[in-house]
């Protein structure tokens, strides 16, 4: 059976919900998988993928903050 895949807005869902530090621990396993599964899909840098999901994140947190 094959895992299904993670997307980047899981990834960034998980980090805007994470309110406190176990759950922002959860939400960094999820990203290092991300990178693991990304890193094999297209053989990319794993520096270079969480850059992405963090530029993301930034995004997502200063459009809900209205700014």
């Known amino acids: 059976m094959k ?17 406190n530090p176990a759950y922002k621990a959860h939400a960094t396993r999820k990203l290092n998988s991300y990178v693991k599964q990304q ?5 990319s840098k794993p520096s ?14 200063k459009k809900n903050a209205g700014i």
């Open 3 to 19: 895992n299904r895949l993670i997307t980047c807005e899981e990834i960034v869902q998980s980090y805007i919900l994470a309110s």
């Open 39 to 43: 890193c094999e899909l297209t053989g």
């Open 48 to 61: 270079r993928i969480i850059a992405g999901v963090r530029a993301a994140l930034t995004k997502r947190k």
